[in-house]
């Protein structure tokens, strides 16, 4: 067996998938492209970027459809108008007209003061939701200073699915208003329940407008 052919055989495994070693630096010299379904796990693809400014409420109403599976939004330095607004979400099944999906849902919340003076690890009752289609808080009491912000993820899965309800999970860090301000980690995740597709996400304040921030839109291969 010559070297070539040695090396190549000890870099496949017996049911002919590639080992990580057959892969280096070198070997991707000439590669201009990896075919979509060739990375385990697929890939994210950007759909939409919306910036913030002074607005209202920021939707999502094109794009959620039944070409990717599962969605995921990614929150970038949010900032509230004013102390103490919490941001929220909302689903509509009528491609936006109305976000009033019935929802049920968890909500706890780890945080810290900036003095040191509490940490907290803690169940909210009063931010989550039992079959009820009003939004739902994702961060509360965010704090309005300049510098401050929130940033995080959230996933809403198969949405175009007309058997099945919504699961979503939300996970969020920022900074919560308080004397002095906490930074705040609340984790929330439920399910709209409802079988039919869900195809615009709504992101809004509990007052006042999102005063700056991005909030881009990916589909998952």
């Known amino acids: ?90 689903f509509s099944t009528d491609g936006g007209s109305n976000y009033n999906v019935t929802k049920t849902t968890t909500h706890f919340i780890c945080g810290q003061r900036e003095d040191n003076s509490g940490d907290y690890l803690y169940y909210t009752t009063s931010y989550d939701l039992a079959e009820s289609t009003a939004n739902q808080v994702i961060f509360e009491t965010g704090d309005g200073d300049s510098d401050s912000s929130l940033s995080g993820t959230f996933s809403l899965f198969n949405p175009s699915s007309t058997t099945y309800v919504k699961h979503f999970i939300s996970e969020i860090q920022g900074v919560s208003n308080g004397t002095p301000n906490y930074s705040w980690h609340p984790f929330v995740a439920g399910y709209g329940n409802t079988t039919s597709a869900i195809n615009a996400v709504q992101f809004t304040m509990s007052s006042g407008n999102i005063d700056a921030g991005t909030i881009q839109m990916f589909g998952i291969l």
Do not use: C, W
Not at 26 to 38: C, I, K, L, R, Y
Not at 42 to 52: D, F, I, K, P, W
Not at 55 to 84: C, E, L, R, V, W
């Open 1 to 90: 067996m010559g070297t070539i052919t040695r090396t190549f055989a000890n870099n496949i495994t017996t049911s002919g998938v590639f080992k990580p070693t057959a892969f280096n630096n070198a070997s991707f010299d000439n590669v201009t492209s990896v075919p979509e379904g060739a990375v385990e796990g697929g890939s994210m693809v950007l759909l939409s970027t919306q910036t913030a400014s002074s607005s209202a409420s920021i939707s999502f109403t094109t794009g959620i459809d039944s070409t990717y599976k599962d969605y995921m939004f990614i929150f970038n330095s949010i900032h509230p108008q004013t102390d103490g607004e919490s941001f929220m979400v909302n």
